[in-house]
């Protein structure tokens, strides 16, 4: 993605819909992209954190253990809890489908 479509995807983040453009260019430059296969663990629930991801493409899957929690899709996002209180994981997240992230560091 060029910076100009990751700025107009951020804008349509409901985390991020009323940031101005320009804060909105910085993170869409900030921002990396990785691609998940079906299947994949993104985040293991006890891990530290320290990234919020983005769901461009594809659905993901909320869980603890066998337990599911929610399934995430395009524009909605995952991660930030950790961010913000500094604690460890408090769920792992598995892609349901293959997946396009955003992935926004600390």
Known sequence: MITVQKV?????VQLF???PPSELSHLAGIAEEYVFSAGDTI???GEH?????LI???TVRVHRGDT???????EDYFGEMS??????RSASVTANT???LLCIDQ
């Open 68 to 74: 599911d929690l929610a399934e995430l899709g395009p």
């Open 83 to 88: 961010i913000l209180d500094g604690e460890p």
């Open 98 to 100: 293959d997946c396009l």
């Open 8 to 12: 107009l995807f951020l804008r349509n």
């Open 56 to 58: 461009v493409e594809g």
């Open 17 to 19: 819909s009323g940031m």
């Open 49 to 53: 954190g320290d990234s919020l991801y």
């Open 43 to 45: 985040i293991t629930e």
